[in-house]
């Protein structure tokens, strides 16, 4: 099983970016899935995440400007990020819960995109 995160880039205070997240392989389910980030220095923190019935939770410092989406069909991920800040900046990694069989689980990352948003 791989993931493999798409869509970081540099992109000015106040603007947009839109994260992308694909699981391949053997994927019988996929259970949690969500976005962490780590800036230099920094611990990895949690962004969001999103269950597979749709729930979901957002760190207090992207409320209202992040939105998190999933499509189970295409076992993909989205991050859609508004108003972005420069303390935004960050390598912004995918993380899933994902089951090759009906009884294992294991949790796996994305490679990792760059965030960086100018002032």
């Known amino acids: 099983v791989q993931l493999q995160a798409s869509g970081g880039g540099l992109v000015q205070a106040g603007g947009s970016l839109r994260l992308s997240c694909a699981a391949s392989?053997?994927?019988?389910?996929?259970?949690?899935v969500g976005w962490y980030r780590q800036a230099p220095g920094k611990q990895r923190e949690l962004v969001t995440a999103i269950t597979s019935g749709g729930s979901t939770n957002y760190a207090d410092s992207v409320k209202g400007r992040f939105t998190i989406s999933r499509d189970n069909a295409k076992n993909t991920l989205h991050l859609q990020m508004n108003s972005l800040k420069p303390e935004d900046t960050a390598v912004y990694y995918c993380n899933a819960a994902i089951a090759s069989t009906y009884w294992d689980e294991y949790d796996y990352w994305g490679q990792g995109t760059q965030v960086t948003v100018s002032s």
């Open positions: 392989g053997s994927v019988f389910s996929i259970n949690v």
